[in-house]
């Protein structure tokens, strides 16, 4: 069994190398976005919980999320893995996903860190905003609020994999091709 944790700031192309590595290696992809989507939708007990804080503008506590993201597992059981996109962001978060899956028998086994610089990052997005319709991927300023906000509070999960060994910082510039033969180096090396 596969379970990886893949993360980098916005843009550096996670949802595009998640789909790769989902369809490579057999994953269940598990996106937080689409998880609250869903639950919202079929009007879950989770899904009901999750909407009156989105509703109030404030943020879905981690015991929700973790309770959906345990269902997701627990719904898949011979899954060869996960990929999990967008969860965790914080240390708190990676704390009770190692106690989740600790709890099923698994675990992560390697933390993919995509590495893209800055300018980068604000000029992939600036491009992405003109086809995408998304209005935080068309204003620089609210860009680079999006990085900050990355660099402080989910950059240091790269210092919680380190410590378990689990981390692969990966050069996330280069092809689509390119970039995914690195992160396939990194998971079959771990």
Same mark, same amino acid.
Request: hydrophobic share 35%.
């Given at each position: 069994? =596969?379970?990886?944790? #893949? &993360?980098?700031? !916005?843009?550096?192309?996670?949802? @595009?190398?998640? $789909? +790769?590595?989902?369809?490579?290696?057999?994953?269940?992809?598990?996106? @937080?976005?689409?998880? &609250?989507?869903?639950?919202?939708?079929?009007?879950?007990?989770?899904?009901?919980?999750?909407?009156? /804080?989105?509703?109030?503008?404030?943020?879905? !506590?981690?015991?929700?999320? =973790?309770?959906?993201?345990?269902?997701?597992? $627990?719904?898949?059981?011979?899954?060869?893995? &996960?990929?999990?996109?967008?969860?965790?962001? @914080?240390?708190?978060?990676?704390?009770?996903?190692?106690?989740?899956?600790?709890?099923?028998?698994?675990? =992560?086994?390697?933390?993919?860190?995509?590495?893209?610089?800055? $300018?980068?990052?604000?000029?992939?997005?600036?491009?992405?905003?003109?086809?995408?319709?998304?209005?935080?991927?068309?204003?620089?300023?609210?860009?680079?609020? +999006?990085?900050?906000? /990355?660099?402080?509070? @989910?950059? !240091?999960?790269?210092? &919680?994999?380190?410590?378990?060994?689990?981390?692969?910082?990966?050069?996330?510039?280069?092809?689509?091709?390119? #970039?995914?033969?690195?992160?396939?180096?990194?998971?079959?090396?771990?």
């Amino acid at each position: 069994m =596969i379970n990886i944790v #893949i &993360f980098g700031p !916005p843009g550096a192309g996670k949802g @595009t190398q998640s $789909e +790769r590595l989902q369809s490579h290696y057999n994953l269940v992809h598990i996106s @937080t976005g689409d998880l &609250f989507r869903a639950h919202i939708k079929g009007e879950t007990k989770l899904g009901v919980e999750a909407k009156s /804080y989105i509703d109030k503008g404030d943020l879905v !506590p981690d015991s929700v999320t =973790i309770g959906m993201l345990r269902d997701k597992v $627990e719904d898949n059981p011979q899954a060869n893995g &996960f990929i999990f996109d967008g969860f965790p962001r @914080t240390t708190p978060q990676a704390d009770s996903l190692d106690a989740l899956l600790n709890s099923l028998n698994k675990g =992560i086994n390697v933390c993919l860190s995509l590495q893209v610089s800055d $300018e980068e990052l604000v000029a992939r997005l600036l491009n992405r905003g003109k086809t995408s319709g998304r209005a935080d991927d068309a204003n620089e300023a609210v860009i680079r609020n +999006r990085l900050a906000v /990355y660099q402080r509070e @989910t950059a !240091p999960l790269k210092e &919680f994999y380190a410590k378990q060994d689990k981390l692969a910082d990966i050069n996330g510039v280069g092809t689509i091709d390119e #970039i995914f033969g690195r992160l396939c180096d990194a998971v079959d090396a771990h």
